[in-house]
């Protein structure tokens, strides 16, 4: 196994801070890190019908605002044909940008998984994946959109690609919001579920993940049950989050059964004893009566072994009942001493749990041959190193290369 790295305990905690006053409700937009625009995308029809009452128009311009961002998907503010040149010429003389990027690049598997690069304002790659699945018995079908929260991520865990790539910005809102518009318009098909799995870690940026989930919810129309916020574990804010009570899954990635092993495969779990993590996500149970996805990813020879499957059910029945375990087998990505798991291996750890009654799924790896695993396909792309920029004030946490 490489050598972990990891997170200064002291940014960690600032970074902490800065997501305490998480909202659900949008705010008022601000020219924020990594865009020179105001972006409108993300925002409500309250807040569009405002600032058209804001630049001298009547309200319903608002409205129209709304039309073209969520309904006419247009891309650019010069494309707003249904309003008045001079609405958009002091729409653009404000500082506002529709909050839309290009496609950098696009790759597709033979399962029809698709990876989309979108390419930043500041030139950053981000990456955002759409699954679709056919569901034979109910003849439907979903389409869902794994979107990241941040460009790269800064915790670093030891068989993560992004992690590996290192870490540049939180994502605005509006920059989360557009990767489902771009699945929607590559698929031509609606996304039905929202994971916030992709790039990042959406806790250390869970204002935007709020804001960005409200949009999905009430502009988008995405149910609230058919999204799944996902974290490693950031001390506190998972109580921050069972406050807001909404009704989507919190996916909690465990990935071991104890706080040795633990530290060694997510080294940020050195600030987030595992007691503390399961008394959290008993709590958010409580709190929102929504039952919690503990994500394990099988690592071969290093967490899968029965012993570990007997330790991880003695570990949830401290967690009440509200749980789910999801067994991913592990993906290789290039350079990784990790190594993908034998089937029957994965089988005895879902034998092992559900003798002890814990309700398990193996997660079925799609896309494998599409540069799959995330953070693999914008490191291809973006070969620079991330950790060579310097964090601002306002990037944190900084980072400690072992
Ligand atoms: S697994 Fe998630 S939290 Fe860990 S480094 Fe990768 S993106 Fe970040």
């Known amino acids: ?28 937009p601000i020219k924020s890190q990594g865009t020179s625009r105001r972006a409108l995308l993300g925002l409500s029809e309250p807040q569009l019908r405002q600032l058209a009452l804001d630049l001298g128009q009547e309200s319903y311009r608002g409205k129209q605002l ?27 003389g404000a500082g506002w940008s529709a909050g839309r990027s290009p496609v950098h690049h696009a790759i597709t598997a033979s399962d029809g998984t698709t990876k989309i690069l979108l390419k930043l304002e500041d030139n950053r790659l981000i990456e955002t994946v759409g699954i679709p699945v056919d569901d034979d018995n109910k003849g439907s079908s979903r389409l869902t959109a794994c979107v990241s929260s941040q ?36 698929f031509k098909h609606r996304v039905t579920n929202v994971v916030f799995m992709g790039m990042g870690e959406p806790m250390m940026n869970l204002k935007s993940v709020l804001e960005a989930h409200r949009c999905f919810n009430k502009e988008l129309k995405i149910g609230q049950r058919m999204m799944t916020i996902s974290t490693v574990g950031v001390p506190n804010t998972i109580k921050m989050l069972a406050s807001h009570k909404l009704q989507s899954t919190l996916a909690v990635s465990l990935h071991a059964p104890n706080q040795k092993l633990r530290e060694t495969i997510v080294p940020s779990a050195k600030s987030y004893p595992l007691g503390a993590l399961m008394d959290d996500c008993k709590n958010y149970f409580l709190e929102t009566g929504r039952r919690v996805s503990f994500e394990y990813t099988l690592l071969a020879g290093i967490n899968d072994e029965k012993q570990h499957a007997e330790e991880l059910a003695e570990l949830l029945r401290t967690c009440g009942g509200g749980y789910h375990v999801n067994l991913i087998p592990y993906n290789p990505i290039e350079g990784s001493e990790y190594k993908r798991p034998y089937r029957k291996v994965v089988q005895a750890f879902v034998d092992a749990l559900e003798a002890r009654k814990i309700t398990v799924s193996v997660r079925q790896t799609r896309g494998l041959d599409a540069n799959a695993a995330c953070g693999q396909l914008r490191n291809e792309f973006q070969k620079n190193p991330l950790l060579e920029i310097e964090p601002s004030p306002s990037t944190e946490p900084t980072l400690v290369p072992a």
């Open 66 to 92: 709304h039309d073209l961002l969520y309904k006419s998907r247009a891309k650019q503010i010069q494309d707003f044909n249904h309003v008045p040149k001079a609405f958009r010429e002091a729409l653009l």
């Open 151 to 186: 460009v790269g991520c800064p915790l670093r865990c030891s068989f993560c690609a992004t992690g590996k790539g290192g870490f540049a910005r939180n994502l605005q809102p509006h920059e989360i919001v557009e990767q489902v518009l771009a699945i929607e318009e590559t």
């Open 1 to 28: 196994m490489a050598a972990p790295q990891h997170v200064r305990a002291a940014p960690l905690a600032r970074a902490l801070r800065a997501t305490a006053t998480a909202t659900a409700s949008a705010p008022v």
